[in-house]
């Protein structure tokens, strides 16, 4: 395994301030002059919305999200990974008109569907939405998160998945056949696995422009290193940020990221120990010294 670069993913929480000017990838946020991608996190009451905004980013264990509050308004996430991100989290009532900034800020929706919400309420939000930005903004990335994929057997999370998605294209294509040739991707997610960083990741892959160069780099580095996979992660997140060439194994990225998580819960820990003939430019004995890098390259 090697350290590759200094990252850091940290979070802050607002509520809703005033329209930003519009930027192609991102905005200027007024309370940090820095340049983020927006990201809109929709869905019905419960579906699981802000759960994974604290699990992902504020290390919230899943067994506690049941006691998380209804969001009532809108709250901005403000995350510093390899790329700036800003993460709406919407109530359930949301709508395009009461949003209060034009869909053409977002670089990407995240729809957010309960597994076992088969009804029509859910599917019409989203293919009202879906219908919304498409309109305003053709190019946009439009993912479904089918979430709480832990609560249904293995058949009947199979079978449940097929019909969201099938319910899904048909509805749109009886509004319109020019929705056929939209990109629309659907994850099946859960906050108890790894399944939920998996498909995050793959979202935050559209978003990062270096992403072909990061590839290469790694290409080139399981090539001179004889290794048969790498990843390129943010250690708090979990996020892988690129892979190389090859095919990605559901059960070496859940093994790297068990071993994060590992890191992060035991690294802080540790104290760095010095010898005895202390240095103003040292840091002091008691004063805990983080084991890794923000952003790792792992290799299997």
Known sequence: MAAAANYSATCSSTPLASTQ??????????????????????????????????VLFNNLPPKQ?????????????????????????????????????????F????????????????????????????QENPDIMLEVFVHKAEKLQEDDKIENFRQIHERVSDRLLDISPEYEQMQLNFHLTSVYDHS??????????????????????????????QSPKAFLFDTRSRLYIA???????????????????????????????????????LPSLSRPIPLTFNLRAMCS
Request: proline letters at 5%.
């Open 243 to 281: 892979t190389d060439a090859s095919p990605v194994d559901s059960a070496t990225h859940n093994l790297c990221c068990d071993y994060l998580l590992m890191l992060n819960s035991f690294g802080p820990l540790y104290t760095c120990v010095l010898s005895s003939f202390s240095s103003p430019n």
């Open 65 to 105: 999200t049941f006691y998380l509050e209804t969001t009532m308004r809108i709250l901005k996430h403000q995350i510093d990974t390899v790329i700036p991100l800003e993460i709406w989290d919407c109530p359930a009532n949301v709508t395009v008109e009461s949003l209060g900034v034009p869909l053409s800020q």
């Open 107 to 134: 670089s990407t929706i995240i729809f957010v569907i309960d597994i076992r919400d088969l009804y029509n309420q859910p599917i019409s939000k989203l293919v009202e939405w879906i219908v919304a930005s498409y």
């Open 21 to 54: 000017r519009p930027r192609l990838n991102g905005h200027t946020s007024s309370s940090d002059a820095v340049s983020r991608t927006k990201i809109l996190l929709l869905g019905l009451r419960r579906a699981g919305k802000t759960s994974i905004q604290q």
């Open 196 to 225: 939920l960083h998996e498909a995050f990741s793959r979202v935050l892959h559209k978003l990062i422009e270096s992403l072909p160069f990061l590839e290469e780099l790694l290409n080139v580095f399981c090539a001179n290193s």
